[in-house]
């Protein structure tokens, strides 16, 4: 059988597309890959921030319609990029073991965030990440830093920055892990929903692929993954909200979520964390417990600003 594959074109999107392509070729022998290249509206407009543009699809939306237009047969995403809600026809069917879901600073000489002098600049495209360093380190000089992880890193070189935030998972998947400096604690630095986690949609009517795809999946990962977008289902959140979730799943299956909403400057940040059995209601629980704390107010006022 043969599978065409959409993927973004950045050198990160099309490495974690050519490894999902060879953990899926072992799993499935005799089954062929192709990779579909595609540019989306989010990789064509560096140089305006994600909030701005407005929207998780924006790394997403092209994908999927080469999907729906039959010119691509799955796609694979960071699923930290994929909305609440997928497009209709569509399904996430498959998730793969979950890479390492913290941030990481990257810093030109300091060795923890910590030790980053007062009035240090640092570099982040992400508004959750800029809330949590304000309110970790109110001193510092928050910048805008947008571009694909090779560039970023360019530019914490290139342009001035003392240090720059990134995903920890697109690093290591890269190779390029030595070049982390710290590795921020996820119970105070939340890890945006899905971080760390590979997505791989197909057509919910290709029984073939879906059956295939949910074979494939690691049972804890798309557990983990189901309570976190339950939360941000729930919240509303999205590339406008500073929002954060992470779940774990224990070996009992007990799955225990922490969540996170902040305002953008970081002077306001609300917690919350459940455990339980079922990912949509622990999901719906740590978002309850943020609802009855404000976040509904935090919410509206960061869309709205």
Not at 214 to 227: E, Y
Request: charged share 25%; aromatic share 4%.
């Amino acid at each position: 059988m043969r599978v065409r594959v959409a993927s973004r074109k950045s050198a990160l999107a099309l490495q974690q597309t050519r490894w999902v392509i060879s953990s899926l070729a072992a799993h499935l022998p005799g089954w062929t890959f192709e990779v579909v290249p595609i540019v989306t509206q989010g990789d064509r407009m560096l140089d305006v921030s994600l909030a701005e543009l407005g929207g998780k699809g924006l790394f997403v939306s092209e994908v999927e319609q080469a999907l729906l237009d039959g010119r691509a047969d799955i796609a694979v995403h960071s699923l930290k990029d994929v909305p609440a809600e997928v497009a209709d026809g569509l399904a996430l069917a498959g998730m793969p073991p979950r890479e390492d879901p913290r941030d990481v600073l990257i810093a030109r000489s300091a060795e923890s965030l910590a030790d980053l002098p007062p009035g240090a600049r640092v570099g982040t495209s992400s508004l959750r990440r800029m809330a949590l360093l304000r309110a970790l380190r109110p001193d510092l000089r928050i910048e805008p830093l947008r571009g694909n992880i090779d560039t970023r890193l360019r530019k914490l070189a290139e342009d001035g920055f003392d240090a720059i935030v990134l995903a920890a998972a697109g690093l290591k998947r890269m190779g390029w892990a030595d070049r982390i400096s710290a590795y921020l604690d996820p119970e105070l630095f939340t890890p945006a929903v899905g971080q760390g986690v590979l997505a791989v949609e197909c057509r919910a009517d290709d029984r073939v692929l879906c059956e295939a795809l949910r074979r494939w999946t690691d049972g804890p990962t798309r557990t983990a993954a189901m309570a976190e977008r339950a939360l941000l289902a729930e919240l509303a959140g999205g590339c406008q909200v500073p929002v954060g979730g992470y779940a774990t799943v224990g070996p009992d299956g007990r799955i225990h979520l922490r969540g996170m909403v902040a305002d953008r400057e970081g002077t306001c940040v609300l917690r919350a964390e459940a455990r339980g059995d079922n990912p949509f209601e622990v999901g719906r629980a740590v978002a309850a417990a943020l609802q009855a704390q404000g976040a509904g107010g935090v919410i509206a006022a960061a869309q709205g600003g």
